[in-house]
């Protein structure tokens, strides 16, 4: 009996990466039945995966990771208006409406440079993580590109698992063998709620590493301030 066409959900990625998700899969389907079914597999968790991760941004919580070097990061967001502040051990970074904060330790103490905060039209969270990565943390925009280059990588080995950080249930891959990818193996927890419980990987000749040690759904009152004492740069434009 002939293959059935596959349909797969990925309405929640994007377009690039969907399309890209969409020629394998039914490429695959014109090879065989089983490459097919893996094809699909792999879609289907991309998919999933994409879409508890973009859900976080929609959230209020703060997360504290403990890092590779066994320092703490905290991660806090908020809605209405949209803030977001990820303190790393020597500096914080925070994003509110009125600014951008990049606050670093230096030889004298803290120095805060304010700029612009993000337009409208830009994501707080996308903002925070990409200026973030080298510091420490893991940014979920980068788990799912890992994970859509697994998916089309035709070697690629994903297993599955349960389980639970920081009181928080999520689900757990391990994956291998992924070719034309930042990483060729890596191991991720994505919980319920779309938060990324933990990392491990070697990317781009970086080994990244995370994991979720406390979670709760709401933030401070100071969590987006500036640190006490922080010498301030002002750089943003000024009014006419």
């Not at 377009?15 to 998700?21: E, F, N, S, W, Y």
């Not at 209405?80 to 990049?102: Q, V």
């Not at 925009?141 to 950080?165: K, Y």
């Amino acid at each position: 009996m002939p293959c059935a066409r596959p349909r797969i959900p990925l309405r929640h990625l994007r377009r690039r990466a969907a399309t890209a998700l969409v020629a394998v899969a039914f490429g695959a389907t014109l090879a065989g039945c089983g490459d097919a079914q893996q094809a699909i597999g792999r879609a289907h968790l991309v998919n999933e995966m994409a879409s508890r991760l973009d859900h976080a941004s929609e959230l209020t919580y703060t997360a504290d990771y403990q890092l590779a070097d066994g320092q703490r990061a905290t991660i806090a967001q908020a809605q209405d208006p949209r803030r977001a502040a990820y303190t790393y051990p020597g500096g914080k970074f925070a994003t509110t409406r009125d600014s951008t904060a990049d606050c670093r330790l230096e030889a004298g103490g803290t120095t805060c440079t304010l700029t612009a905060p993000p337009s409208p039209s830009t994501e707080t969270t996308f903002s925070l993580l990409s200026a973030v990565r080298e510091r420490g943390l893991v940014p979920p925009t980068l788990v799912v590109g890992l994970l859509t280059s697994a998916s089309l990588s035709p070697n690629t080995v994903i297993e599955q698992h349960d389980t639970t950080l920081a009181g928080e249930h999520a689900t757990c891959i391990s994956v291998s063998g992924v070719e034309n990818s930042a990483a060729s193996q890596f191991d991720a927890c994505i919980t319920s709620g779309g938060v990324l419980g933990s990392f491990k990987g070697l990317v781009d000749g970086k080994t990244l590493e995370v994991s979720l040690i406390r979670y709760v759904a709401s933030v401070t009152d100071d969590a987006f301030d500036l640190p006490a004492r922080a010498r301030v740069v002002d750089q943003r434009p000024k009014a006419p």
